[in-house]
């Protein structure tokens, strides 16, 4: 019997869960009480309960699971790959062949002159080190007063120090976080833009939001803008169409450089490998992934550089001093490269292009039911956002838990979905069926019925 199985048959499952295990992005003084949901297995779109339920993936793992569960190909190529080299150092001169080949598979996909590739152990290790390397950058071109980064509310980058900092302020309550080179601009939901506002005006304000935080800073100061293609976590946020070529234009103007935070956009889930270029219509300076990388089968990420930062950074006279000890991991190297070769295969973005306004098309009439404010998403990143009143866009308080709420409806009919305070997100595999399409947007039109009644019979909403 394996050590797993003899401490399960010991304490079970939510025993030894309950007892050890701190879960991400929880409170944790309800945790000790709570039930668990213990998934046992994955098969395609679908998960499966320890206790047999079965349920659609309507968050594809945690927005990473491109291609699908429990592929047989990718368990072989992976198993194959621990038989013949588990792992090595990748540091000085060794390298391996998954991981060569993955850099050179990442930099002929990745657009304009972004042909450098540092491997890290996911989205957050990405980030950090994009932003390590920008002020290395700095330095090395004799401009050491260019430390400050520019992000904006409702973004998302991660959960080290560094990267939490980045994130939407909220992330940060009662925690600590980076303040003096970090500022933080407007989140470009249109949702939310100020009352009597055009799109175009909208994009105006924020573009000169942007420039002013330049200039207050002093230019000379200022080293990168990053920013997710479409922010994920922060609730789905569409930017306005001529968002990211403008924000690029300014970062030109001032030689700041522009960083594509693709952890959720890459690889398909917007119908192309990177969203920046191919959806947006702009080239960054440098893309971070993670994710769908690998469809989340084994922990990977990765920054992809241009060639003109690259040859600052080689230049002679210092030493590159960052990567981790599973940088380029053989393991996950081959995960990503038959991640590739499947999606490419199976023209998963081509699909993702042709399914993906179905589901959009599919979500959007739930707009007309009570406590919905906005439905809103591209293809296969898509987001329910709840209000207590519709015309004045308020919230629920804290404690009524709507976005929970609707995913325990939606858990009882077989669907999973993400619950984020006042928003439900979709981001399922991207393998989807139109019938699952259908089933998703069927069951979170009852669960939102039931709960609108729910809140009702408490007293909470009016009739
Ligand atoms: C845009 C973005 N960047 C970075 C991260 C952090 O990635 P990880 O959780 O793999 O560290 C995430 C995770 O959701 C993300 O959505």
């Known amino acids: 019997m394996s050590l797993a199985e003899r401490n399960l048959n010991e304490s079970g499952v939510e025993s030894a869960d309950r007892r050890h295990n701190i879960h991400p992005f929880t409170d944790l003084s309800v945790m000790e009480a709570a039930d668990r949901t213990v998934i ?19 968050l594809g793992g945690m927005w990473c699971v491109n291609i699908g569960h429990g592929r047989d190909e990718m ?22 062949a998954p991981m060569a080949a993955l850099a050179e598979a990442l930099a002929t996909r990745a657009p304009g002159s972004l042909n450098r590739v540092l491997f890290t152990t996911g989205g957050s290790t990405a980030v950090d080190s994009a932003i390590r390397l920008v002020h290395h950058y700095f330095i090395r071109r004799g401009e ?29 309550t009662d925690w600590n976080a980076e303040t003096a080179f970090i500022h933080h601009l407007t989140a470009p939901g249109l949702y939310r833009r100020p009352d009597g506002v055009t799109e175009a005006e909208f994009t105006q304000l924020l573009v000169a939001e942007f420039e002013a935080k330049i200039l207050e800073l002093g230019p000379e100061n200022v080293a990168c803008f990053i920013a997710e293609p479409i922010q ?85 006279g210092t030493y590159f001093n960052t990567g981790f000890t599973y940088t380029g991991h053989a393991v996950a190297c081959t995960a990503a490269l038959k ?57 629920f308080a804290d404690d009524v838990r709507i976005g929970k709420r609707i995913w325990r409806h939606c858990q009882k009919r077989g669907l999973l979905v993400r619950p984020l305070a006042h928003l439900n ?37 009016a009739e």
């Open 40 to 58: 046992a297995s994955a098969k395609g779109n679908y998960v499966y309960g320890e206790d047999g339920r079965k349920f659609l993936d309507g």
């Open 75 to 96: 368990a072989d190529a992976v198993a194959s790959q621990i038989r013949t080299l588990d792992y090595y150092s990748p540091f000085d001169d060794l390298t391996s």
């Open 232 to 316: 994920g976590s922060g609730g789905v946020i569409v930017p306005p169409v001529n968002y990211h070529p403008r924000m690029i234009e300014i970062c030109r103007k001032y030689g700041v450089l522009y960083i594509a935070d693709e952890v959720v956009t890459a690889f398909g889930r917007l119908g192309h490998f990177f969203a920046s270029q191919d959806y947006f219509g702009f080239v960054p300076d440098i893309i971070t992934c993670a994710k769908g990388l690998t469809s989340g089968y084994v922990p990977a990420g990765a920054v992809i550089l241009s060639d003109e930062i690259y040859e600052v950074l080689s230049r002679p």
């Open 339 to 395: 991640n590739i070769e499947i999606i490419e295969r199976e023209r998963i973005c081509e699909r993702v292009r042709e399914i993906g306004p179905y589901f959009e098309e599919r979500l959007a009439p739930l707009a007309d039911l009570p406590l919905v404010g906005d439905v809103r998403g591209r293809r296969f990143m898509m987001c329910i956002e709840y209000v207590a009143n519709k015309g004045r866009k308020e919230l």
């Open 144 to 172: 050491p007063s260019r430390r400050h980064i520019i992000t904006r509310d409702k973004s998302y980058h991660g959960s080290t120090y560094l990267t939490a900092s980045l994130s939407d302020r909220g992330y940060s």
């Open 425 to 461: 997100v979709l981001s399922p595999p991207l393998t989807l069926e139109r019938n699952e399409i259908d089933f998703i947007a069927d069951v979170l039109h009852d669960a939102i019925l039931d709960t609108a009644d729910e809140l009702v019979r408490e007293g909470v909403a």
